[in-house]
Each structure stands twice: as C-alpha cells, then as structure tokens.
C-alpha cells in the first residue's frame, strides 16, 4: 500500500537529509580557514558577529546584508569561525534542496523523477562544493527556490499568504545579491499573462518586483550617503553602458552564451538521458536553435572549461602562486581525454536544445514551471553575456532552473540518467574532499610560519591568506612579479612545488582522492641575495648634454633627460614629465642576467592613481617583460603615491640583457615622477662565483 503524500514526502525529507549529511562527512568540511571569496564575506561577518558593527569589504560586488546576518547569527551562538559559517551555508543548501523538492512534487512529477533530478542538484559539483564554503551562490539559490515555489502557488491560486511568503524570499535572496530581482520580474509578467488585466491585478503582479527593487534601491542609497558602497558593486545601468560600448558585444554575447550551454548541458546530462530524442522531425523549434547553439559553441570552444571552480579534473580555485602561472597544476586531463570532455559537453548542447519539445503532454503546473524557469534563465543569461566579468560559478544559477525546465516535461529518470548521476555525486564528493584538504594542509603550514614568528606581510600564501590578512595591496598580473592578490613582501611563499628563485623550507602533507595518492604544500624561502649595485636618482641633475640624468648614487645614466620639468617636484625642484608625447623616461641599460637576479625598484608617481609604472624587460621582450603600475605602497598628503616593483628575472632570460624604464601609456593623462631608486641583487653563491 503507498504511503500518503505527506508521509512520503516527509520520509524522502528525511532520508535526503541523511544522504546530506553522510555525503558531507566524507568531505569534513571541518577547518577555521576561508575559501575562494569568502574572506571578504567573513570580514563583513566578523565585524558584525564580533564588534556589533556594520563593515563592508571593498571586495564584493553584491548586495550581501543578508548573508552576512545569517552567517553573524552562527557566530554569535557557536563563536567566530570559517567552520561555523561553513556550516551556516550546509545548512541552507538542504534547506534549498527541500525547497527544490517540495517544488518539483508540487508539479506533479514522479516520484522516482524527483529523486533523480533533486539529487542532480545536491551533487552539482557547483552546488556541492560551494556549499561546503561561506560563498553567496548556495544560500541565493537556496532562498531563491523557495521564493519561486510561492510565487508559482500565488500564480496558481491568488492570495496574500502565498504572495507574502514569496516577497519574504524574495527580498531575502535579493540582499544576497541583487539578482534576485528577476523571479519577482518574472512572476509579474506571467501574473499577468495568466489573469485578467485590471487595476488590482496589476497591483498584486508588480508588488513583489516594486518591494524588492524599492530595497535594493534604499539598501544602495544608503551605502553611498555613508561611503561604505564598495567599488566593484554595480547596478542594472552598467550592464547596459558595458553592452553598448563594447564594439564586441555580440562576439562577447555569443561565446559567453556558449560557454554557458556547454558548461550547463554537461552537468545536466543524466537528466537529458530522460529524453529519448523520438519524433525528432517534428522539433521545428529545436531544428531552429541548433544552427544558433552550434555558432556559440564554436566560439566557445577555446574557453571552456572558464575556470574558477571547476578546473579539469577538480574543483575549487587553486589560487597559489605556481598554480596561477601554470606551474605544478598537479593532475589534469589532457591530450584526447581533455577533448573528449569537450565533446562531450558540445554533444550535450545539442541534446539540451532538442528538449526544448517536452516528450508529453503536461499539466497546468507544469506549463507554469517551465514558463518561470525559462523565463528566468533566458534574463540570467543576458547578465552573463554583458557582465563585464564572467567565471565560471556565476554560470551556476541557470542550472537548478534549467533541471525545473527538462523535469517539467520528462516523465522518467532512466538508468542512464541514474548512472551518470552515480558518477557525478562520486566526482563531486571526491574533488570537494581535496579541494578541502589541501587547503587545510596550506593553512597548517600558515601555522608553522606563525609559529616561527614570521608575520603575514612576508608571506604569499595564496589568495585567500593575503585577502584575509590584506597584507598588501593588489598588483599586476604578471608572472615573476609579485602574486596579484594583496602580497606586501614574498620572502616566503606556500605552493604546490617548487618556486623557481626560492629554497624549500618544509612540506605538510595531505591525502587526495581524485586520484588517489599522496601530494604536499612546500612551504619555501626566497634564496639569500646580496647587493650587486644600486641606482637612486632624484632627477636634480643632468648631463652636460642634457640628455640623460646624474644619479646620486650609482653609475649609470638614466637616459631621457629631456623629460626633466621643473612643474612638479616631490624633493628638489625637478621630476620626470610624462605624457602622449614624451611616453618614457630614466630608460637604463641593464647588462648581463644571471640566475636567479632581481630588481626591487621605488618610484614616486604623481597623481597617485596613474596608469603609469614601472617597464623591466630583456632586449628581447619575448623572454621577458613586466609592467607594474598598481603596487601603490606608500602616499604622501601632496597626493604622490609609492610604486614599488619587485621583480625575479626568469630562468630562460640567463646570459641575455635587458633595460628598465619609466613608462605612461594614457593618451590623456601626464604623469610626473621622482626620486626613483633601483637595487639589484644576485644570489649570494652566484655573485661569489662571479667576483
């Protein structure tokens, strides 16, 4: 005998919350360290909970006052930990994934399909691994599912409980991130699709969006009036200016939609083996979309998979200083598996398009569920195309949507679909179990550094260390030069391998599953560097022939003496003046490179936030180039700031020669600068050897 509706759904509840839990303890998400951007969410959360103020790191672009509540709300109960807002987040995504079921049983499904597709989502490895984290995307969707199962019982039913629920979510999901103005968008227009127009309609259908714009707009307002809106936070009217200035806005549109499609499709494949392709002459509509879907993938092809969170054969960024220049990446498919994944991804497109055409006929719910969620993924994607930034995780919001979408007009899960399930919760749980344990091995390390009385600001220890700690301020991105992530001072550098110019210090060890084995995080040294010769030159005096300045210390002869101007001056009378006309200054040869050789250069720039820097290269710019104008150390009340570039000149630029200059790129803007100091070094045992 069944059991009652009820009773079965309370039951599949409950056994979806053991497979949960069971799932995440394998992974042991246990461990006080941040993840990804959660560093700057924990800033926000760590004020709030500890301090009982409201801060607001510069980093995040979203909204963010309800998660950062929420996860202040662990915190005050179990103390501050990323352990603790782990956790806050693990338990948000069973509450999304309850929603995500009570969603699906609301539209009829079978159950056997409902299973099939709310575990797709639980083991998303999107879903998964950033659950297991303090990010926003998890606790988002989560809310957000919620709110569109009310807005969808109001659509079938009118009538201010449900409505009230769904604003309530709604308005949640939006201070997470101001994304989540299009469900109450989207409930609005089909609220009128569905009902006669009339006054009262109207008002019940834009209620919710006027709510939720209304909060979003005052929640904004009062950032700015109290100069605590971050810079990176931006509004509708910048998606638009960024698609209408950009002369590539269609080749940008075109391989971002793409991208989003192959990444999208490949994960919702074992829902897309419920569709067995039959009367596929009668699909005018998918036929159609074919020729469009395979243009974008095309375009697409060199880029995926984008990068982020899922990498190759893992997940989660592994934002390490030899990681990021693409050194000691560790496993990784390559060669023809790498292309058969890619084929694979492509091949899933197609079918995906082909669903468009459901394989029965649906009920009324059902019709209303794949108008919401295509409606809602057809908005999402056009903020994915114009965003100026796109990773791979902000592809993550079209997948629960697009699974509403095949599940509403699919009547089963077949073997297949169970298989390819089977073998996604198996990647899911294994790359989120190494994601989490090397990261706990690179924070043990942090601890024997601390334990050594070595202070942060001498360390790169990866993204997430130096934005917890802000060590520094963030830098170019450029290989040999600093790691762009907010270093002050790379002494010691943590990493998967070697890191060429530094000596091993120690290793902590830690167990992976995928594959399975042994790996390490080095915990390494800069070698040790004595002075080869220094240059400072306050560009007072100059050559008889005015061509080149006379340092104050050193030999050498800055060139481009003309550029001297005696308009601003941070000491003495006289700087560099730089602009469209006169691009470079203090152009000096360097001779000879030998391993391991660095260059740690000072400059004043005036105005402080200039486009212009700091140029080393080889004489032949293929073997080396750097270009740092961003790592501002130091400002001065007369608005001239302190670029400092350190450089470790790269193994194959050994035996060449090379220049240092002062370069300004802008067609608009002059620069000036002034009392420039440069130091080589030279490995201790290599300048032995040479003297």
């Not at 080869?532 to 003496?561: H, K, V, W, Y």
């Not at 730089?578 to 660095?598: K, Q, V, Y």
Request: charge should be positive.
């Amino acid at each position: 005998m069944p059991l009652p509706r009820i009773a079965a759904s309370c039951l599949d509840i409950a056994i979806l919350l053991l497979l949960w839990c069971a799932a995440v303890a394998h992974v042991n998400p246990l461990g006080d360290f941040p993840l990804n951007d959660d560093w700057a969410y924990g800033q926000n959360t760590r004020a709030l909970a500890a301090e009982n103020r409201l801060f607001f790191s510069d980093w995040p672009a979203m909204t963010l006052i309800a998660h950062t509540v929420w996860g202040a709300l662990f915190c005050k109960i179990f103390g501050f930990s990323f352990t603790a807002l782990r956790f806050s987040t693990l338990l948000l995504a069973m509450f999304g994934l309850a929603g995500f079921y009570r969603l699906l049983r609301w539209a009829d499904l079978s159950r056997p399909l409902v299973w099939g597709l709310v575990l797709l989502l639980a083991f998303n490895p999107f879903w998964f691994v950033l659950a297991n984290s303090y990010m926003t995307d998890v606790p988002f969707l989560a809310v957000l599912i919620w709110s569109v199962y009310f807005f969808l019982k109001t659509l079938e039913k009118p009538g201010a409980r449900y409505l009230a629920a769904a604003v309530f979510f709604a308005l949640w999901a939006c201070f997470i991130r101001q994304l989540g103005l299009i469900a109450p968008g989207i409930f609005l227009l089909l609220f009128l699709y569905n009902q006669p127009f009339t006054g009262r309609n109207f008002l019940i259908a834009a209620t919710p969006a006027g709510l939720c714009f209304a909060g979003v707009e005052f929640f904004t307002a009062w950032l700015k009036s109290t100069g605590q809106l971050p810079p990176a936070f931006t509004g509708l009217r910048h998606l638009w200016e960024t698609f209408i200035h950009n002369p590539e806005a269609f080749s940008m549109a075109t391989t971002r939609t793409g991208i989003a499609l192959m990444t999208s499709a490949l994960f919702l494949l074992p829902a897309l083996s419920g569709n067995a392709l039959k009367r596929l002459q009668y699909r005018w509509t998918a036929w159609m979309l074919l020729p469009a879907g395979l243009y974008c993938i095309r375009m697409a092809w060199p880029e995926f998979p984008h990068g982020n969170v899922f990498y190759n054969l893992g997940l989660g960024p592994r934002l390490l200083k030899d990681v990021f220049w693409g050194e000691n990446a560790g496993f990784h498919l390559s060669g023809a598996p790498f292309s058969a994944l890619k084929w694979l991804a492509a091949g899933s497109v197609g079918w995906l398009l082909f669903s468009v055409y459901p394989n029965r006929r649906m009920t009324v719910r059902q019709a209303s569920l794949r108008r919401f969620s295509i409606g809602f993924s057809l908005v999402y994607l056009g903020f994915v195309c114009f965003n100026s930034l796109l990773i791979d995780r902000y592809l993550f919001p079209l997948m629960p949507f697009l699974l509403l979408f095949l599940g509403a007009g699919y009547g089963r899960f077949t073997w297949g679909g169970w298989l390819g399930l089977g073998l996604l919760a198996a990647f899911s749980i294994s790359a989120t179990h190494d994601y989490l344990a090397w990261n706990r091995a690179r924070w043990a390390a942090m601890g024997r550094l601390d334990n050594q009385g070595i202070t942060p600001s001498k360390i790169d220890g990866g993204f997430e260390y130096n934005g917890w700690h802000t060590t520094g301020p963030a830098s170019q991105k450029s290989p040999g030069l600093k790691s762009w992530w907010f270093v002050q001072d790379d002494e010691w550098v943590v990493s998967f391998g070697p890191v060429y110019g530094y000596d091993p210090a120690f290793s902590v060890p830690f167990g992976r599953w995928l594959p399975p084995g042994r790996d390490s995080i080095l915990a390494s040294r800069r070698k040790s560097y004595v002075l080869q010769d220094s240059l400072q030159c306050d560009m007072e005096r100059r050559t008889g022939d005015d061509t080149a300045f006379d340092a104050a210390i050193g030999g050498a002869r800055p060139a481009n003496g003309e550029t001297r101007s005696g308009e601003k001056a941070r000491s003495g009378q006289f700087s560099i003046k730089l602009n469209a006309s006169a691009p470079f200054g203090a152009t000096t040869a360097l001779d000879t490179f030998h391993p391991f050789d660095r260059l740690e250069i000072d400059v004043w720039r005036f105005p402080a936030d200039a486009e212009a820097g700091i140029v080393v290269s080889a004489d032949d710019v293929e073997k080396a180039y750097f270009f740092e104008p961003a790592n501002l150390v130091g400002q001065d009340s007369a608005g001239w700031g302190l670029l400092r570039m350190s450089v470790t000149l790269p193994e194959k630029v050994v035996g060449a020669k090379g220049k240092f200059y002062l370069w300004n790129p802008s067609q608009e803007q002059t620069v000036w600068f002034d009392d420039l100091k440069l130091r080589r070094l030279r490995v201790e045992q290599v300048y032995r050897s040479i003297r």
